[in-house]
Nanobody, 124 residues
Framework: QVQLVESGGGLVQPGGSLRLSCAASGTIFSINAMGWYRQAPGKQRELVAA???????NYADSVKGRFTISRDNAKNTVYLQMNSLKPEDTAVYYCNADVDYLNKWYERSRYDYWGQGTQVTVSS
């Protein structure tokens, strides 16, 4: 009933920038918190940044001052602006959203959705 579609990943040199986008679609009433997670090879998935429906944000210590999360509630979209990228930022980045939606039985439901992931590689 709800899909999250990510875009914007790719290969960038150290010190460069990328902007990730994640758009939610479907029978959505509202989206609560949205966030970005990442998972590097051999490591656990970790929170990168999150933003509430009211705009409050929190960041992993490793990205503070370099990454900025934002959202456009009218477009059901969350963004992650990544500046001063480092090789250790290399990972698959996943979008997450806590969504109130209409299920197939026409009931209001709430579920935690994930995007398919987008690869970010920082290398010279």
């Amino acid at each position: 009933q709800v899909q999250l579609v990510e875009s914007g990943g790719g290969l960038v040199q150290p010190g460069g920038s990328l902007r990730l986008s994640c758009a939610a679609s479907g029978t959505i009433f509202s989206i609560n918190a949205m966030g970005w997670y990442r998972q590097a090879p051999g490591k656990q998935r970790e929170l990168v940044a999150a933003i509430t429906s009211g705009g409050s944000t929190n960041y992993a210590d490793s990205v503070k001052g370099r990454f900025t999360i934002s959202r456009d509630n009218a477009k059901n979209t969350v963004y992650l602006q990544m500046n001063s990228l480092k090789p250790e930022d290399t990972a698959v980045y996943y979008c997450n959203a806590d969504v109130d939606y209409l299920n197939k039985w026409y009931e209001r439901s709430r579920y935690d959705y994930w995007g398919q992931g987008t690869q970010v590689t920082v290398s010279s």
